[in-house]
C-alpha cells in the first residue's frame, strides 16, 4: 500500500509570501492529486498530475515521477489561501479510492 | 447547479443506534465514494461504488453498510457494530471511477456520538 507524506504539517506565513507544500510517496502511482479543505471541511479538488507541471491562477503543482514527490506552489499569497491542503494517490487503473496524505495546514497572516 | 449534497450537516446520536448519512449527487457520475476523516490523519475509504447495484468495501469497512440502488445516491448507514463513529463523513463521486478521475466532494456530515 502507497504511504503519503507530506511536509510541513503546519504552516505559517505573511500575505505575498512564496508557499511551497511537499508530498511524497513510496509506489509508483498513475495519477496524484491537490486538494484544498476549507475550515467547514469542503473539499475542493484543484489539481491531477500523472507527469510534469499544471498552473492554474497563483497555484502551481509539480510532480518527479523518478524521485516519487511532488510540489504544490502559491505564488503572492493571501489570507484566503489559508486551508488545509490535502496530497492524494492513486495507483494502477482501478477505482478503489485514493491513499490521502496528512494535509499540510497553512495560514496566511495579513 | 451540478454537485453533491450530504445531509445533514450535523449529526447527533446515542451510542447503539444506527444512522444513516445521506449523499446525493446530479454530475451524472458512475463511481461514488465514502470516506472518513479523524483529527490528525488522512482520508480512509469506507465504501466504493462503480455503478449501479455495485459497491466494494474499502480500508475500513466494519461496522458500515451502503446501498446504490440508483445512480444519483450513495447513503451510508453507520451501525452500531462501528466501535468509534464520531468522525466527518465526507461524500464523493467521479466520472467513471478511475484513480485519474477528478474527485468531486460534498461538504461533509459530522456525526457525534454520545
Known amino acids: 500500500k502507497n504511504e503519503v507524506e507530506q511536509s510541513p504539517q503546519n504552516l505559517t506565513a505573511q500575505e505575498g509570501e512564496f508557499i511551497t507544500i511537499n508530498c511524497s510517496y513510496s509506489v509508483g502511482i498513475s495519477a496524484l492529486h491537490w486538494l484544498q479543505q476549507h475550515p467547514g471541511g469542503g473539499i475542493v479538488s484543484l489539481f491531477m498530475?500523472?507527469?510534469g507541471k499544471k498552473k492554474h491562477g497563483r497555484l502551481i503543482a509539480t510532480i518527479n515521477i523518478q524521485e516519487k514527490h511532488s510540489s504544490l506552489h502559491i505564488t503572492a499569497s493571501h489570507p484566503r489561501d489559508s486551508a488545509v491542503y490535502i496530497c492524494?494517490?492513486?495507483?494502477?487503473?482501478?477505482?478503489?479510492?485514493?491513499?490521502f496524505g496528512k494535509g499540510t495546514h497553512l495560514i496566511i497572516q495579513p | 447547479d451540478g454537485g453533491i449534497t450530504q445531509s445533514p450537516k450535523y449529526l447527533f446520536r446515542k451510542e447503539g443506534q444506527n444512522v444513516t448519512l445521506s449523499c446525493e449527487q446530479n454530475l451524472n457520475h458512475d463511481a461514488m465514494y465514502w470516506y472518513r476523516q479523524d483529527p490528525g490523519q488522512g482520508l480512509r475509504l469506507i465504501y466504493y461504488?462503480?455503478?449501479?447495484?455495485?459497491?466494494q468495501k474499502g480500508d475500513i469497512a466494519e461496522g458500515y453498510s451502503v446501498s446504490r440502488e440508483k445512480k444519483e445516491s450513495f447513503p451510508l448507514t453507520v451501525t452500531s457494530a462501528q466501535k468509534n463513529p464520531t468522525a466527518f463523513y465526507l461524500c464523493a463521486s467521479s466520472r467513471q471511477g478511475s484513480r485519474a478521475d477528478t474527485q468531486y466532494f460534498g461538504p461533509g456530515t459530522r456525526l457525534t456520538v454520545l
Open positions: 498530475l500523472s507527469s
Open positions: 461504488s462503480q455503478i449501479v447495484n455495485d459497491f
Open positions: 492524494a494517490v492513486g495507483s494502477g487503473g482501478g477505482a478503489d479510492g485514493l491513499t
